[in-house]
């Protein structure tokens, strides 16, 4: 059997995972069978499975891309640019994620596995935040995993909001979030 080249390896999981992440958006997680899996990426289960060892492999893939983009919006726009991103991103892609809630809340597993999908970004995100708080670009009054829940509440809301189909005037809201935050609006002592 010839040896294909690593570009070639990387092209192949690059359709993969953007015909999965069409066939989720499309027919959510559980109605992406494997035909319409199949039928999306345009390759046979075979070449599908071959990359992936099942649909669940598949969607973790996605979340690592995923939380590689919001990284790197975090990263280059702060908290704004992640915000951002996530009110122009697929209702339904976003839908499938709420789609898995129960299935996550109810599996340890699975809820470790998602958890587990992008330790490096998870890491740099936590080193980004300490950076701002230390720097007094988030509030120091609070804990910095209260900063980190409050943000994640944030971002989860929105996405919620976005998969909801709600359109949000992001700038108000952004101002909103940074009242939260802002060194220099703390509550009273």
């Known amino acids: 059997m010839p040896k294909v080249s690593e570009a070639h390896v990387e092209a192949r999981r690059g359709q993969i995972l953007d015909g999965a992440r069409r066939a989720f958006a499309r027919h959510g997680y559980h109605g992406a069978t494997v035909a319409k899996l199949e039928e999306e990426i345009g390759l046979s289960r075979g070449a599908i499975f071959n990359y992936y060892p099942d649909k669940w492999s598949l969607f973790l ?5 995923d939380r590689h983009r919001f990284f790197e919006a975090l990263q280059k726009d702060g908290l704004d640019g992640l915000l951002r991103q996530l009110t122009e991103e697929s209702p339904e892609w976003l839908g499938v994620y ?10 340890p597993e699975l809820m470790e596995d998602l958890k587990d999908a992008a330790p490096e970004e998870a890491e740099q995100s936590l080193a980004l935040f300490e950076a701002w708080q230390r720097d007094g670009d988030v509030r120091d009054d609070v804990s910095l995993e209260m900063i980190v829940h409050f943000i994640n509440v944030v971002a989860n809301g929105m996405a919620l909001g976005t998969s909801l189909g709600l359109r949000f005037d992001v700038e108000p809201f952004l101002e909103l979030v940074h009242t939260g935050i802002d060194p220099r609006l703390r509550a009273p002592q």
């Open 98 to 107: 709420f789609e898995l809630a129960h299935r996550l809340r109810t599996n």
């Open 61 to 65: 893939a996605l979340v690592r891309r």
